[in-house]
């Protein structure tokens, strides 16, 4: 009786322990920029990895539960959106092709993600607390659709379109939060993160010079840094 007892309190304060943590839960939505890193920012036609990213715009919603006082478990959504440019796309090509006259009409990268993982969390007094985490998950992207016209030295007109395509690969994001509450359970969240993930990308098909589709499957780097501002809410 006495050993039931025991336990039983023992198992009462650590309850009372985790339970009375407050807040146990935040819940916020961010956006801000995300700069495109390595591969995904190349300009280097002659890399295969090029993606001629530029700064686009990352938008996450993320939720996080506190299991114990210091450590939890969090996930999020995000979504990037990357302009192609364009203008190095075409100087790129220029420089093979010599002296062709060319124009380049392209649509942005996009991508979404699901990820989760531990987090470690650091209150700072009443008014600000601290989260690191690191994500697992899923990406997919979405390259731009690319149209390239010109006329070649003979005057004769041509055509290059690379068709949209759609990858899928395992990622991972690396990242921290600053929330500064403002209210009872309102806050205003920074976020730094680092994400990668290397989709493959299967069947991409393109239209060639001699409007012949070719195909191919290939990976592709995708790496970020995102700063983001955002409101939260404690539950």
């Not at 531990?118 to 998950?137: C, K």
């Not at 005057?155 to 068709?163: T, W």
């Not at 409007?211 to 499957?217: A, H, K, P, R, V």
Request: hydrophobic share 40%.
């Amino acid at each position: 009786m006495k050993t039931q007892t025991y336990f039983l309190l023992i198992f009462l304060l650590i309850s009372t322990a985790v339970f009375s943590q407050k807040p146990k839960a935040f819940i916020g939505i961010s956006a801000g920029l995300s700069s495109p890193r390595s591969d995904f920012a190349s300009k280097d036609f002659d890399s295969s990895g090029a993606g001629f990213a530029l700064n686009g715009l990352n938008l996450n919603l993320m939720y996080a539960h506190r299991l114990f006082y210091n450590f939890g478990i969090t996930g999020c959504l995000l979504f990037n959106s990357h302009s192609f440019d364009s203008e190095a796309f075409r100087s790129e090509i220029a420089a093979d092709t010599i002296d062709y006259t060319l124009t380049v009409v392209p649509k942005n990268w996009s991508g979404g993600g699901v990820l989760a993982g531990p987090f470690l969390y650091f209150p700072l007094g009443d008014y600000f607390n601290i989260d690191l985490r690191t994500l697992i998950g899923f990406y997919t992207v979405y390259s731009p659709e690319i149209v390239v016209t010109g006329q070649k030295p003979n005057g004769e007109n041509f055509q290059l379109s690379l068709l949209k395509y759609n990858g899928i690969g395992f990622a991972y994001d690396i990242g921290t939060t600053v929330r500064v509450k403002f209210g009872n359970a309102s806050y205003l969240m920074f976020n730094a993160d680092y994400f990668s993930s290397k989709p493959t990308f299967k069947d991409v098909n393109w239209i060639d010079n001699n409007g012949e589709i070719e195909s191919g499957t290939f990976k592709r780097d995708i790496s970020m840094i995102n700063l983001t501002v955002g409101l939260g809410y404690a539950l």
